[in-house]
């Protein structure tokens, strides 16, 4: 018999050359609610794109693409 299991999400977004990884706040909320959710932390994510998901290892990655301090 299958068994079927929700695969966990993992969101990441790059902030002064560093890459940060968020935890899901909640199973429910969609990647536009976790990015609200985490933009009073980091208020850069106000301006980003979502990208994904893309299966990486165990879980679902979704990157928050900023664009603040880039010119061209």
Known sequence: ???AT????????????????????????????????YSGTYPILTTAKIEGPEIKGDALEFKFITTLGTKG
């Open 6 to 37: 929700a695969i966990p999400r993992r969101f990441v977004f790059s902030d002064k050359g560093q890459e940060v990884k968020l935890s899901d706040p909640a199973q429910k909320f969609s990647p536009e609610q976790v990015m609200d959710f």
């Open 1 to 3: 018999m299958l068994k």
